[in-house]
């Protein structure tokens, strides 16, 4: 008899606490501010933190539980057992809701894979405390387990915890599993996000122990991309190589990745020396031969004479974002936010060693507040003198030729460029911004940096750090888009 009345009274705090949980599982805090300090001159005591407290100790001892949960996992003897409540499950997750409902007896058996019972305990907690620790070896498991649970906000949790974190030190690195994962779980804004990163800090994915595996559909996405930000043609021809060497995919996935390679953007030097030297390339000669072909006849003519004589509208032609000095120039601008600043810097005219030692001298100029023609108007009518930081002037940076020469003609300078930004104390490119002249063109440039912040995440040592890219077009020539 008295341990029924002591059971109801734990319900009954359990449902209480239940409900606090659940605030607190979605990151709202019960401070009791709502009505304290106002006319009605209610306060609230909180006591959030004890609750939690308590309902982490009720998972521990599993005093009151209804039900256990048996965690087998195929073809392992081990098994989980776990002490839990009924009403916190259901109350988190409706899959648990229903599997109570229709349960048998006061035992449910969850069959889950090894990784995902490893992290089980942890999950679990979660339900009861709305509160987890993560670390990127059991990011996957964990978010495995929200989905398959639709633990919403833990899944969404998790997701925007792998979002910030691909720049993490691993020691065998883990965003291309990441990216398969969410591939595979359906996940698009992880497998984007994951996507993207690769894409922009491609040499430390080159680098990292997880390049030799993966994919070759992950492999010829990247492979496919015009804005991999990387040094050069030559670091993706040997990254692809090794991967060729270790992987020994079967003759079309290898010709298909060879022949993504844009030898064009290649001087012909190395291309010889690649020619002469690469294992892979010797053995899938025949299959790039035409490539090659094209790539030598683009560096022994003026592109645009070429362009007379043979139909080349092929990604061949179109550079990626290469970090090395002929195409580009790094800028950091210290205290962005205090005035305009301007430089200036080289590039090639263009990547045909036909040009090769032709020089454009480029000036940039950068604007931490420049206002469009439209609102300027409104300050001349109004008197003002200089747009404030309330005035809401943008950021901008214009690039122009220090010379304006006959060579240009026909050829179409696209600039690029790359905002770092921080990450859990890494710097990462944060966006690639694509103009012909301004960054006008683009509406956005910048628009989210919030650069007289201190803290903004896109100051490093309160410096901007930027990289400009300039990669000649042959318009006449090449229609492909992106
Ligand atoms: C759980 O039960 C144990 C004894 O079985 C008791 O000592 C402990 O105080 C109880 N905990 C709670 C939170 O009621
Ligand atoms: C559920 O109950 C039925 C009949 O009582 C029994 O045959 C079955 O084995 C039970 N299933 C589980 C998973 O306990
Ligand atoms: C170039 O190729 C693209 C797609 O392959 C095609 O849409 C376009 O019409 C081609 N342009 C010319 C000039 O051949
Ligand atoms: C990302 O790429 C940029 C540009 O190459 C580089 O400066 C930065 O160090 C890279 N970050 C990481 C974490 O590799």
Known sequence: MVKRVQIQAGMLFLAACVHLGAAAAGMLRVDGAQDGGGSGGADTISHS?????????????????????????PNADEVKVIQAHSLVLSLQSPVFAEALLNRNGSTLVLKESSDCAAAFDKFIRYLYCGEISLRLD???????????????????????????NLARDSSSGHVAGWYEYALQAGDVTLRDSCLQYMAWNLTSVLQSGEWATISSQLLMSLLQRSDLVLQSEMELFAALEAWIIQNEPDGLTAENALRAVRYAMMPPRELFRLQTQSSVLAQYQESVRDLLYMSYQFHSAPPLQMAKYFDVNCSLFVPRNYLSPLWGSPWIISNPSRDDRSTSFQTQLGPSGHDAGKRVTWNALFSPRWLPLSMRSMYTESGAMQPTRADGGRPRIIITPATSSTDFAGVNFQKTVLVMAQRQGKVVVKHVYNFHQSTEENGDFLAEADLYRRTSEYLTDSSLFLHIVVKPLYQTLITTKN
């Open 49 to 73: 933190l004890t609750l939690v407290q308590r309902l982490e100790a009720l998972l521990v001892q599993g005093n009151g539980s209804d039900v256990s949960l048996r965690v087998e996992t």
């Open 138 to 164: 059991q990011a996957t498991p964990l978010h495995k387990l929200a989905t398959k649970y639709q633990v919403t906000v833990l899944q969404q949790g998790i997701t925007r915890y792998m979002t910030q």
